[in-house]
């Protein structure tokens, strides 16, 4: 099934606030990371080395935007939680139906 008009326009709307407040929550736990006492420095650079170079893949960080991957995006988008269903609020009912099958799964 095809994404409609409207909700690809409105997905490459959101997307981007939805990364930038997911880059946000990871920044603060970087700095919770760096901050933290229990860890030598060492074990801190190199845990957050770790944590970067995993979350810099993730579809909240960086996403290809291709209509014909919006159901599998939002729903990667949804598992990573990155964002939650009640985020498609303003989305059609087959868009959120196919997602919900996606999830499913």
């Not at 099934?1 to 946000?24: A, H, N, P, T």
């Not at 990871?26 to 801190?44: A, G, M, R």
């Not at 209509?67 to 989305?91: C, E, N, R």
Request: hydrophobic share 35%; charged share 45%.
């Amino acid at each position: 099934m095809e994404v409609s008009k409207r909700d690809w326009k409105l997905f490459r709307e959101k997307i981007g606030g939805w990364q930038e407040d997911y880059m946000d929550r990871l920044c603060q736990e970087y700095i919770n990371l760096l901050k933290s006492t229990d860890k030598h420095p060492s074990e801190k650079f190199w845990e957050l080395e770790e944590r970067i170079y995993k979350d810099k893949k993730t579809p909240g960080v960086r996403l290809e935007l291709r209509k014909g991957d919006v159901y599998w995006d939002i729903a990667k988008l949804i598992h990573d939680k990155v964002i939650t269903f009640d985020d498609l609020d303003d989305f059609s009912d087959d868009l959120k139906e196919a997602v919900k099958l996606i999830l499913r799964y």
